[in-house]
């Protein structure tokens, strides 16, 4: 690995015009890795460009650093490297993949396990929480001090991804890095009042009519939402307003499974299962034609509603036997 | 303040039978710091026994170690020693003030501002994050390792007084200590599930009706919940299920005053205020007869409900002039 770093420095340190591309629909690790990056190298006297496929969630406005669209970047064609962050295939470039192509020098930074190392230099490290903790060491490596601004970039990169340290990729790693960050003086409480404590009026309406309709099976230790299609039109519901709904399902109290079953158009119902300790539920999305992890998994039925929560139900009940 | 550590240690080492008083009304930080302490000298082969006022809240069940009540301690009244642990002052102690009373030798470890620095020795360090801060300093101090089991205590202290590493509170030395912490392989998604993501249904449908009564005055930067006493006594609130509603409140996204306004009783209104940036909510308080601090504040009126909401509206509608 520390090779690997070591060439991936050497090309950085010969480049001169550089285009980072996070991948597409930007969360926080990539939007927060690539202006680390962008600012850290513009410090040496490099031309450095984001270039963002899609324009940013407003949650990530505040964060330090600027970028281009796909339509700026491609009249503008003479980047020599290209550095990729966060995107674990060609896929995640959208676009922007003729720009990749176009590079002289292609690198691959990322964590996740399914990279398909698609670049010519590859730094691959899935034990670390986020793209943000590799860039870190990278910056680091590169010996370009970690200003304010990088510090709020790479925090938010790394709170994101862990779910604010919550989540079991978090290691040791990940606070000694965010103990070196803090260093700086980030305003750590306002960052996560803006990325963790701010939500839409939408979102909170449609929590609260998801829990008015939390229903429960198996003496409490199956908890199901079910969000018809009208519900969602009438309170004017967007794909990700809905994300983190199982997880509330899961959270209640001697609750084992949590499920969500969405019906996202009639005749085309989503469902995700989220468990706490024992229930498999890749297992379950599999039985259903989907898939997923032991403790998150999902699939999407082709029926109507109440077809979908009976066949979901059965099969739920089944996993307790 | 080494000083004071090293002679806190002395008499520690000197000790031979300890009680550990954790203040009434156990939280996270009180009753981990607590627990982490007792383990930690129970290792050098002293006595220890941690003595609690009231039974430990639900969720912190899962925490390693053990205690027994006041009536227990009393009854064995020996204790050569005694250690206070994240009380600010002697009413912190309860019935256990007996206990306090009768030691020879009385220890008082905290991060409260207001700390009265009651005891023979007092090692009271505000800018650390949370007792469990202090603690791990200590045991580190006493040349004990730290286990796994200490290490989940202590990982609770400060994740809870911290609101999940969120608040500002939180330094560089909070996370390097939590770095220290996790190299002894702490399961802390469990954890942060048991302390952060599991809520009873009751809190649950308290926090439905709280958003369906959300209402927004001053062009959406004002958002008032009021919470009448018939819903709280249908839904079987208690005290402790209201909390972090205000904070829901100023959560909304544009929102700058987050209130809530909460009959107790008939007659008896509690009152509380958050502001993000720039409302002084300790102004309006103090205005009403309350206290508190620029960004948290709250105070009891003694009027029916429908008044409390004229007067709290009135001046928040003055703050924003």
Redesign the interface.
């Known amino acids: 690995m520390m090779n690997e770093m070591n060439e991936i420095v050497e090309q950085i340190q010969k480049a001169s015009k550089i285009a980072i591309l996070p991948h597409v629909d930007p969360d926080g690790d990539c939007l927060g890795s690539s202006f680390a990056v962008s600012l850290a190298l513009q410090k040496t006297g490099k031309k450095v460009q984001v270039i963002l496929e899609n324009d940013r969630p407003e949650m990530f406005h505040f964060l330090p650093g600027s970028y281009i669209n796909y339509e700026a970047a491609e009249a503008n064609d003479d980047y020599d490297t290209v550095i990729c962050l966060d995107s674990g295939d060609l896929k995640r470039l959208g676009k922007r993949y003729v720009i990749f192509e176009k590079g002289s020098v292609t690198v691959n930074i990322d964590h996740h396990a399914t990279n398909t190392r698609y670049a010519q230099y590859n730094y691959v490290d899935v034990n670390a929480a986020a793209t943000g903790e590799i860039v870190y060491q990278f910056i680091h490596q590169l010996r370009i001090p970690i200003c304010h601004d990088i510090a709020t970039n790479l925090y938010v990169a790394i709170s994101t991804d862990t779910g604010?340290?919550?989540?079991?990729n978090?290691?040791?790693?990940?606070?000694?890095v965010?103990?070196?960050l803090?260093?700086t003086g980030i305003?750590?409480?306002d960052i996560?009042?803006k990325i963790?404590?701010?939500?839409?009026?939408v979102k909170?309406?449609l929590?609260?009519?998801a829990?008015?309709r939390?229903q429960f099976y198996h003496e409490g230790l199956i908890c199901v939402i079910v969000l018809p299609n009208d519900l969602l039109c009438d309170l004017g519901v967007t794909e990700d307003d809905t994300e983190g709904l199982t997880?509330?399902a899961?959270?209640?109290?001697g609750v084992e499974v949590g499920v969500l079953i969405k019906e996202k158009e009639p005749g085309v119902i989503k469902v995700s299962f989220r468990s706490?300790e024992y229930i498999d539920v890749a297992n379950i999305a599999a039985s259903l034609g989907g898939g997923g992890h032991k403790r998150a998994s999902g699939c999407t039925l082709n029926m109507n509603l109440d077809e979908a929560v009976d066949v979901v139900l059965k099969k739920l009940e089944e996993a307790f036997k």
Chains 1, 2 share one sequence.
């Open positions: 604010g340290f919550k989540y079991s978090t290691t040791a790693k990940t606070h000694a965010i103990a070196e803090m260093e305003p750590i409480a996560n009042r963790f404590d701010t939500m839409s009026l909170l309406k929590t609260a009519a829990i008015e939390i997880g509330l899961k959270s209640v109290q706490n």
